[in-house]
């Protein structure tokens, strides 16, 4: 079956690097990451739900989820299994790059971005009552967190579904496609920028000693960490491929089902 660019997408696909390259921008710009913030910390709560999700499906307990302020978020979870840690360690960088592309291909099925945007928020308030919220208390003897980074974790999520759930009831459809299409970008694009990190922190002579998904991973396999950078790279590339490939080459889509609309 022969794809092709569709060209309903060949302008909006325009926009759609536009906005990737505002965001890249605004990584270097003083101050200016405040205006993403609230973003930043909603990638976090993917992320980390990724690594929890995993845990529990693959059998293992989570003690804990939270996020902090400066946009970092850590889970404390024991799994049963070596391949249920492997699958749960990869979970938060993949599991990222997964929401954002299925947060694409959404949108081009021309699913209502109001309901997206809904289902977004009924997901973090799930994971945050799930894992924020009720995991901590039945492990409250012994929590490896603190009382102020479960409130704030509470805080941050009942402000980003609070927010979700406005603007799924009162946006208009435009702009509840570009809320939603920005969603995206910045969960594809914060996955790929924190792989990178964690890329130069793992890598040979020059890395950094500091603990993070990779190095779990090094730990519980035997194998470099960054070995395991470099593999999920891979395959957050693969998907992201896949992901663009999905949006700007269905055929037959209508004009109104693209993440961007044509503003000229």
Known sequence: MKYTLAEDARPQAKLLLVATVIS?????????????????????LIHESGHALVAFI????????????????????????????????????????????????LIRKNVSPNRILFGSGVFILVITVAFGVLSPVFNFLSLQVGFGSVAFTVFVAALITAALFALSKFANERTARWITGFLAVQCLLNAISDLKTVLFINAPVVGADMQNDASNMANATGIPAFLWVIVWIVISLGLLFIGFRMFASVRNASRSDSVFDDIS
């Open 24 to 44: 890249i921008v605004l990584w270097f710009v003083p101050y200016a990451e405040y205006l993403v913030y609230p973003f930043r910390l909603f990638v976090t």
């Open 58 to 105: 693959t059998g293992g307990s989570v003690q804990s989820l939270t996020i902090a302020a400066d946009g970092s978020g850590l889970v404390y979870s024991s799994s049963g299994s070596l391949l249920g840690q492997i699958f749960t360690s990869s979970a938060g960088y993949v599991g990222t790059m997964l929401f954002g592309v299925f947060l694409l291909y």
